[in-house]
């Protein structure tokens, strides 16, 4: 690699220090050891509250998925109305399902992205939970004569091999299940999430196009006060969630009988 010197410059130019060197360990531990704090009270104040409130949201997914397998037998006979249902279809279920092996870690059922500074969440929806349980994978004969569906599974991805549990919505049992894909189960849901993410994208897309055309017709009318498309900017409405979902399918059924 050629060096390419500035005749402007003296050597003794190019052999100084910069002003700007890195700290050097030692010194480092000189000033810590004087009162420098590498973490600031505020920003440990940051990390407790995080802590806690994901502590919070952790024992509400937790309510949640109990609330969920409490009415999965509810759930499956409206099934088709809830595909058919935005609103219901649309509900965050990542927390019904975990599973994960060696090698891989823990599987993800959610993601976040940091956008413009916003976070945006996307979760496993229960359409799409729906959807996977219909899968022979992921569900299982029961004794009792119903069809038990799988919430957990462990394994590796070297073997194969893994074990599972599933939970049949007629007794309210779980069952033990053995020998099946663990691939089949990992990948197939880690596709079936970023299937998930592919449709977010495309709905904020589409409503981001959908607003730049409402300003434009806006534009072209005049007397637009709004310079800019974000006033046309919406998104779906106030979302459901799980607990709404099941009162209201409970209320029909009472009205049906």
Request: aromatic letters at 8%.
């Amino acid at each position: 690699m050629a060096i390419i010197f500035d005749d402007s410059r003296s050597i003794n130019d190019y052999l100084k220090k910069p002003d700007s060197h890195p700290e050097s360990f030692v010194s480092m531990c000189k000033r810590q050891a004087a009162g420098l704090k590498l973490i600031s009270d505020e920003m440990e104040k940051e990390r407790k509250e995080q802590e806690e409130l994901h502590e919070l949201q952790e024992k509400r997914f937790e309510r949640k998925k109990k609330l969920l397998f409490d009415n999965l037998d509810l759930i499956m006979r409206h099934r088709d109305e809830i595909l058919a249902t935005p609103r219901y279809a649309n509900i965050d279920a990542h927390y019904a399902i975990k599973g994960g092996g060696l090698y891989v870690g823990p599987l993800h059922t959610s993601r976040a992205f940091n956008i413009a500074g916003s976070i945006v969440r996307v979760g496993l929806r229960l359409a799409t939970l729906l959807r996977i349980w219909e899968t022979d994978q992921f569900k299982v004969e029961c004794k009792c004569g119903g069809t038990a569906v799988i919430r957990s599974f462990t394994g590796s991805p070297l073997s194969g091999s893994s074990r599972a549990t599933a939970y049949c919505p007629e007794c309210k049992q779980e069952i033990r299940v053995k020998n099946r894909s663990f691939g089949q189960y990992f990948w197939f849901l880690q596709t079936s999430l970023s299937e998930d993410v592919e449709t977010v994208a495309k709905s904020i897309i589409a409503k981001w196009t959908l607003a730049e055309a409402e300003y434009e017709k806006k534009v072209e009318k005049g007397n637009y006060k709004d310079p800019r498309p974000g006033a046309e900017f919406h998104g779906d409405g106030e979302p459901c969630n799980l607990e709404t979902m099941i009162n209201e399918l409970r209320l029909n059924e009472n009205v049906n009988i």
